[in-house]
């Protein structure tokens, strides 16, 4: 098992902004892709976004294009998740993730990304 540690969830006023992290293991920072899902009640889980740090790819839904903003931190072995302009179609259980891999599956292919942090709990009211 490979720990992912997310924190920064929240209740946030429509238009608002959250900042999600994810501490990941050094060896987990540099080998794997991570990405951050998202779970809403009664929904499937979706992809949000994804950062291979050692190529410095991102990756986007079309959802959440020009409103979030992936990151790292490579001292900190930290990805970050920058809301901004929320709507409450953005409440959501938040997940990271790690592939398993030196690559990123896509993030409509949920299965694929094989470790998963605990969550942390998205609100945002209108």
């Known amino acids: 098992q490979v720990p992912l540690v997310e924190s920064g969830g929240g209740s946030v006023q429509a238009g608002g902004s959250l900042r999600l992290s994810c501490a990941a293991s050094g060896y987990t920072y540099t080998s794997n892709c991570m990405g951050w899902f998202r779970q809403a009640p009664g929904k499937e889980r979706e992809g949000v976004a994804a950062?291979?740090?050692?190529?410095?790819?991102?990756y986007y839904a079309d959802s959440v294009k020009g409103r979030f903003t992936v990151s790292q931190d490579n001292v900190k072995n930290t990805v970050y998740l920058q809301m901004d302009s929320l709507i409450p179609e953005d409440t959501a259980m938040y997940y990271c993730?790690?592939?398993?891999?030196?690559?990123?599956?896509?993030?409509?292919?949920?299965?694929?990304?094989?470790?998963w942090g605990q969550g942390t709990q998205v609100t945002v009211s209108s």
């Open positions: 993730a790690a592939s398993g891999s030196r690559s990123c599956p896509p993030l409509s292919n949920v299965a694929e990304w094989r470790y």
């Open positions: 950062l291979y740090s050692a190529r410095f790819s991102r």
